[in-house]
């Protein structure tokens, strides 16, 4: 398959598909974060999903549908490998380890989404807010994430105020440091300590479910 992978960037802000596009192209990413954003029709929004390294973008592409509800918007920039719908449709229908990694990371990504609404709906914005920072965090293999409050509002679905005075409280109690544009995680077992669990329901779901993963070597 290697002849018909693409390495293409995925700037910052991106978005990569809206809501009920033809998909005609599977990323893998190999760096950097994508968002999977439902909207309402009161333009209101929020992130059902966070894809990095461990998985791919596209999925409708061989779950037999030709699109999907949401759109995928590049949270943090990095790179993804391309394949196109024509060759990702021939290797699944093969039925090898292709379609079986597939699946496992699709049964991955339906557990965060479930996982992500429960919390969305019983947890405090304090609480959600710290998964999004661990689960961000984790996928970049970083503990900086390049992002605006307003972005953040616009990620958990909350007023830009409600998140100025929830990361003001983080900062407060030592987890995080807040500059123009940055996040830094500085204490992280106190930040896991404060998360719900929420967080580690994620992670061993998809430890379970997909191969370790390891920080990616950056691509030249």
């Not at 037999?64 to 290797?91: C, D, F, I, N």
């Not at 999004?132 to 900086?144: A, G, Q």
């Not at 300590?193 to 191969?211: F, N, Q, T």
């Amino acid at each position: 398959m290697l002849p018909d992978l693409e390495l293409v960037a995925m700037p910052r802000g991106w978005t990569m598909s809206q809501s009920g596009d033809h998909v005609r192209h599977l990323h893998f990413p190999t760096s950097g974060i994508v968002s999977l954003i439902y909207q309402l029709e009161d333009g209101s929004a929020s992130e059902i999903a966070l894809v990095g390294t461990e998985g791919m973008i596209g999925i409708s592409i061989y779950m037999g549908g030709e699109s999907l509800p949401t759109s995928t918007e590049v949270q943090s920039a990095g790179q993804a490998y391309r394949l196109t719908r024509k060759v990702m449709q021939h290797e699944f229908a093969l039925g090898g380890e292709l379609q079986h990694l597939a699946l496992l990371y699709t049964q991955a990504l339906i557990a965060q989404t479930s996982q992500m609404a429960v919390c969305n709906q019983h947890h405090s914005v304090d609480q959600q807010f710290c998964r999004w920072i661990l689960m961000t965090v984790d996928r970049l293999h970083s503990d900086k994430i390049a992002i605006t409050q307003e972005q953040i509002s616009h990620l958990l679905g909350v007023r830009r105020e409600t998140v100025t005075l929830t990361a003001g409280n983080l900062q407060k109690d030592g987890l995080i440091v807040c500059t123009r544009g940055c996040i830094a995680l500085v204490d992280r077992p106190k930040l896991e300590a404060r998360v719900c669990e929420c967080y580690m329901a994620i992670k061993l779901e998809c430890e379970r479910l997909l191969p370790t993963q390891k920080a990616p070597k950056p691509v030249k």
